[in-house]
């Protein structure tokens, strides 16, 4: 027989903390989106808010991603300023977060056997990347930390100009998504009828003509959506599992989570056109019970749903900016083309 011995009673105590707190933690967040979701207050379910979508840190530009950018989206839509940062970060700066502010909660993973278990941010990993699981003799713990808002802060220097309004066309870009896809996967897009729908049998996404819409807003929000859906398909991201590791309906409402957050991404990183659009907010609310629900059931599942939103968005807009490229290429040998016939043209004369 085996003996314990007292460091692996120890051991085995601390572990039980750590999962404790983990679990603590995870149902604090899935709280959090719970209640924003039941007064209807999430940028998903509010459209003119999308650009909430995009907080990134004030001092490194490093954006924030997965759960963190869903609960930065919850905080930041009482500011126009997307930037955030630490307590730490504004005082080494000289800037000072006014008296009385609260923090917003953000989440890490961090790996304690590396530096952070020393200095806890060079090893810290989105909390949505990580289960706090032994990989070998690494251990992760989930942590959480508070960051600011640049509306929070005295003496930051305001956002430049040139980061407020877009350098691009936002209609045409939002356009490029759905051409890439098309052009480079091979997606069947149909206009007509009065549904949006993917259909995986027939890797067709289905939407009703574009003046059926009330807004741009609504039209690329739907196509947005629809499009995510279509990342399920092996010719794609091969997302199968997203619907087999759950059954039935929870499987279905979480895939519409994950479209919807990918959707109001989108929005944000293409600068659709905002509109406070009644009819987009009455589409959600009937699914805003069961996602509530999966939520409650396992806190976990707003973690996943947001790193895989996020996975989506950057895959779609990885696919625009290579057909874009394609295309400016395209433009520029057709360009070079007629110089040349210009100029052949004269010679001969």
Not at 53 to 65: H, I, L
Not at 242 to 252: F, N, Q
Not at 286 to 298: E, F, L, P, R, V
Not at 300 to 329: N, P, V
């Amino acid at each position: 027989m085996q003996e314990t011995t007292k460091s692996d009673t120890t051991e085995q105590h601390t572990e039980q903390q750590e999962a404790q707190a983990r679990m603590d933690l995870r149902h604090e967040v899935a709280q959090k989106i719970i209640e924003a979701m039941k007064l209807g207050d999430t940028p998903w379910q509010k459209p003119w808010s999308v650009q909430a979508m995009k907080p990134y840190n004030g001092v490194t530009d490093n954006a924030y991603r997965g759960i963190n950018r869903v609960l930065l989206s919850l905080a930041g839509q009482q500011w126009q300023d997307s930037r955030w940062l630490t307590f730490s970060q504004a005082a080494a700066n000289g800037w000072m977060i006014r008296k009385g502010e609260k923090g917003q909660m953000i989440v890490k993973v961090v790996d304690l056997k590396g530096p952070e278990g020393k200095a806890q941010a060079n090893q810290a990993k989105e909390a949505d990347q990580s289960d706090g699981n032994r990989d070998g003799k690494r251990r992760f713990v989930l942590r959480h930390y508070f960051v600011f808002n640049a509306g929070q802060v005295d003496g930051m220097p305001p956002l430049p100009e040139n980061l407020t309004k877009p350098e691009f066309d936002p209609v045409d870009r939002a356009e490029n998504v759905i051409k890439a896809l098309k052009e480079k996967t091979g997606l069947l897009v149909v206009h007509g009828g009065d549904k949006a729908c993917y259909i995986p049998d027939k890797d067709e996404v289905r939407l009703p003509r574009k003046k059926s819409f009330a807004s741009q807003y609504a039209y690329y929000s739907v196509a947005m959506h629809e499009c995510s859906h279509s990342t399920l398909s092996e010719k794609r991201m091969n997302r199968r599992e997203a619907l087999v590791k759950r059954w039935g309906d929870e499987a279905y409402s979480m895939e519409e989570l994950r479209s919807e957050l990918c959707s109001a991404i989108m929005a944000s990183e293409t600068g659709v056109p905002n509109a406070q659009d009644a009819e987009h907010i009455r589409n959600h609310a009937s699914y805003t019970n069961s996602w509530i629900k999966a939520i409650s059931n396992d806190p976990m599942a707003i973690f996943s749903a947001a790193k895989d939103a996020d996975r989506m968005a950057s895959y779609m807009l990885g696919l625009e900016q290579e057909f874009t490229a394609k295309a400016g290429q395209k433009e520029l040998v057709a360009a070079c083309d007629a110089s040349s016939e210009a100029m052949a043209m004269q010679i001969r004369r």
